[in-house]
């Protein structure tokens, strides 16, 4: 029976995840604390991957009850810790020393910073998807293709790719559970170029996006609707949650549950 196996955080978009146990869903249908914190430029341009290769050599954490951030480069040679009201313009110049251009730090405790704003909902892939995708490359970790895919929700005892019933034709989203929380399945989730760069040195890996396409064609399983990939360069299911489920808690280890005509095998 597939079941929740992980729950997976990034407080600041595009930096370092925190795995939790159980996560609350907040008022857009977001994961409390996941992207609520987002680096943007003079202009108001997001400070993340796809523009800017440093990313991949900061390290970040938060600690949501004192209000701490944590900042260091993966060197170990720049390690600082401020608090995020009280001292937000020593973190915001550390920021943009590092960055070498003027950045702010934004937050948005009530939705985040999502990639599909009109989708909010937390992204959730296989874990048996992860396994299949790195064996298509040699010396792709599994942790490492997690870490460049970045979902939130991770599905334990399931079929590679079973994640793909989740969601339907164009404007029929797919209805499920994962314990109390009710979903609409909307999307295969369509990536960028951040998953082709390993996560530590920024470095690509070479025909990442090529193999990836062709593979994902190769092995689309039967229950996939094949009109949602008008390319296959897609991996996870972006979801939107209603008010209603708004405080709601989802937890490690709740069950999975498809609504009736949602296709089984």
Same mark, same amino acid.
């Given at each position: 029976?597939? !079941? ?5 955080? !990034? ?25 609520? $914190? ?12 796809? @523009?800017?290769? $440093? ?31 009280? +001292? ?53 970790? !599994? ?69 990836? @396409? ?40 709740? +069950? ?10």
């Amino acid at each position: 029976m597939p !079941y929740l196996a992980g729950i997976v955080l !990034y407080p600041i978009k595009a930096l370092d995840p925190i795995r939790v146990s159980q996560a609350r869903i907040v008022g857009s249908g977001a994961l409390e604390h996941d992207r609520e $914190l987002a680096i943007v430029d003079a202009e108001g341009r997001l400070v993340n991957g796809k @523009r800017n290769l $440093l990313i991949h050599n900061l390290c970040t954490g938060v600690n949501w009850d004192e209000g701490v951030v944590y900042l260091d480069t993966r060197q170990g040679d720049r390690a600082a810790q401020f608090h995020l009201d009280r +001292e937000r313009d020593a973190l915001e110049a550390w920021l943009s020393d590092y960055f070498s251009q003027p950045v702010t730090l934004r937050r948005n405790a009530e939705g985040g910073f999502p990639d599909d704003p009109k989708n909010p909902g937390p992204t959730i892939i296989g874990r048996s998807s992860i396994e299949q995708v790195a064996s298509w490359y040699d010396g792709v970790t !599994y942790d490492e293709t997690k870490k460049r895919f970045r979902a939130n929700l991770e599905i334990g005892d399931a079929e590679p790719f079973w994640e793909d019933r989740l969601f339907g034709p164009v404007d029929e989203n797919m209805t499920f559970s994962i314990g109390d929380v009710q979903f609409e399945g909307t999307n295969p989730c369509q990536r960028c170029i951040v998953p082709t760069r390993d996560t530590k040195t920024g470095a690509s890996t070479d025909q990442f996006a090529e193999i990836f @396409r062709a593979r994902r064609e190769e092995s689309l399983p039967e229950w996939a609707t094949r009109e949602r990939f008008n390319h296959f360069y897609r991996l996870s299911v972006n979801t939107r949650l209603a008010p209603t489920e708004l405080g709601k808690m989802l937890r490690v280890g709740d +069950e999975v549950r498809l609504s009736v005509g949602t296709p089984e095998e």
